[in-house]
């Protein structure tokens, strides 16, 4: 079969019949390619010398004949601007691969090597199970860009599978390493910026599945702005590993900034479900994400502007105390500082065990936890906060968790709601929703929580309330009032004395007290 431009007109001769079969995948998915890019013509641009990968065997001869448009010579490596004109559609049947071939690695590098070599270029996928070993997508062998400016990074090509769990991209067993990496130039190579990075790829409708001897299921450094859509991801060490290794105050920058995630399923994979590497903080966003059943938890992040929206973590962890459905960790390097995790109606369910926590920030400044759905039916404490030793600078500062609904499974009193601990500053909890028929421990916030931090608030309305006339009413404690925790800091509230009678009294932190109004 050839291939022609979409604005030529010449007559072709009517192909010869084929025999009974109705159909053939590869016409079908060259017309699927030709009706997307109506109007564009193809471009072919291939060099063996530029892009190898020695651990591969050499790809076959293109079977299907593509239609090449005049273009000047370029050198080795060296990639031309992208046009509307000039891009690039292909599929794995024109560099050899074979429905159901028990190994189409070759092919299927050869047309990613092909992808690299042509800016914004597309492929696509067919259905049904695709074996490899390994598979790349890496710019480490194409010429550098400048240190900055024009043409801020590589125009990534778009990759598309038929359907979530209708394309596989099958890791043979015995294969070591991650399924598919994809990366930029690491390193001093990377720059400052966005140049010498990929930006702009997007890979959406495929499913890949690990071998048990495998590494991680997406390897993704040194990209930007780029998209990630409708994937399954089962059986690698973690789905998806975020690295960013090199970083040093801006000489030279693997950026991982912008990305984007939408509908992704990690499932049963042996490490986490989403990865950050921890050494220096990475800008994602995730929409619509699951992670399930992931032995050592759902995602562990290292985040520096990194929103999570409706994402789902159950049943990571194994229920062992040292799992995860969030774990926000402390990068590494003094120059990249964790700020600006913001997670908006994310559920936590069943993720670790008496012990463990559901969510576990150990760093950061002004993260968010909005409208949270806990369901700590494994015991587990929906909340651990700032319990880590870390560097004084990188305290977990003006974490706010507001609203919500936080569900327990009344299997023991001493289940909490939220540990603080010693490196946790500044914390406000607003309008928590407590179911009171999961928790055995109490139902209202401050009874729930061990707090050693420094200057937690808690706003409970079941203990006091603005009216909208103004006033604030509050509701009285028996007993004494307590001692401030802190020097420079008064406790206020209404207390009722051993006869009954209530005062309106200060408690201030050396143990004086003052009565400013007594019932009569």
Known sequence: MSRRSAGDNTPQEPPAPEGPPLFD???????????????????????????????????????????????????????????????????????????????????????????????????????????????????????????????YGYPGPHIEGSSKRGTIIRQLEGSTGDVLTIQGKVGVAAGPANNNKISGLSLSNLQIQGADTGGHGLYIRSVVDSTFDELTITNTQSGVYLAREAFLSGVYDEYSYNNRFTHLKVLTNRAWGIECSGTNAIAASFYDCEATGNIAGGYRLAPSGMILVHCLAVGNGVKNADGRGLWSVTNSNNFSTNNGLTLVGCRFEGNSAPGGYEIEIESGYGHVISAPQFFATTGATPLGIGLRQVDDSKKVRNLIVTGGYFGGDRSTSSQRLAILGGNAMNTLFDNLGIDPQQWAGGTRVSELIDDESIALSVNDPSRFRIDSSGYIALEAVSGGLPTPSASGQANLAVVTDASGRQSLVVQFAGGDAQVIARQP
Do not use: C, K, W
């Not at 690039?88 to 189409?104: E, H, K, S």
């Not at 690695?105 to 070993?133: E, K, W, Y």
């Open 25 to 151: 995948r590869r016409l079908i998915i060259a017309g699927t390619v030709a009706a997307s890019i109506a109007g564009a013509r193809l471009s072919l641009r291939a060099d063996d010398s530029v892009i190898s990968h020695p651990e591969q065997s050499a790809a076959a001869a293109p079977a299907v004949p593509l239609t090449v448009a005049a273009e000047p010579s370029a050198q080795p490596g060296t990639l031309p601007p992208a046009t509307p004109a000039d891009v690039l559609a292909i599929t794995p049947y024109d560099f050899g691969f074979v429905d159901g071939a028990p190994d189409a690695t070759a092919s299927i590098q050869a047309m990613f090597d092909t992808l690299v070599l042509n800016p914004g270029a597309r492929a696509i996928l067919p259905g049904g199970t695709i074996n490899v070993t390994n598979l790349r997508i890496d710019y480490a062998g194409v010429q550098a860009q400048p240190s900055s400016g024009a043409p």
